[in-house]
């Protein structure tokens, strides 16, 4: 059952408040680990795809 009462998920943007809560509800030291957990990924991600394609181009390169 849904809260009438509760904040709305997303404002009239769309922009997912319920995310910038989240994040705000963190310590600053958990906010830099969580986005430090998301570049990791994201650099991890990377460099796989170059293993797996010899071709592929660098972020220099763009």
Not at 11 to 25: A, F, K, P, Q, Y
Not at 29 to 40: C, G, P, S
């Amino acid at each position: 059952m849904v809260d009438p009462e509760a904040a709305p998920p997303y404002n009239e943007d769309g922009v997912d408040l319920t995310l910038i809560r989240w994040m705000l509800s963190l310590t600053p030291a958990d906010r830099v680990a969580t986005l430090q957990a998301h570049i990791d990924f994201v650099t991890l991600a990377r460099e796989s795809r170059r293993a797996r394609e010899p071709h592929a181009r660098s972020d220099e390169d763009r």
